[in-house]
């Protein structure tokens, strides 16, 4: 296995990490209520995926 001879620079360091970052998923608007999910996923508030109930969510008093 191949170690390394010479300590990386702070700058080498941080070049290598500059594409290793958080990014935001994209959501989407859901149809039957109005609020926003990540892509092909069901809706967290009202249990539609693509227009059929995939979960049956409980009324909330």
Avoid: F
């Amino acid at each position: 296995m191949a170690h390394p001879k010479r300590r990386q620079s702070h700058t080498r360091q941080a070049k290598r990490r500059t594409h290793d970052v958080a990014v935001m998923p994209a959501l989407a608007v859901c149809p039957n209520c109005g609020a926003q999910y990540i892509y092909h996923t069901v809706c967290p508030s009202c249990g539609y995926y693509r227009g059929k109930l995939a979960i049956e969510k409980a009324a909330e008093a």
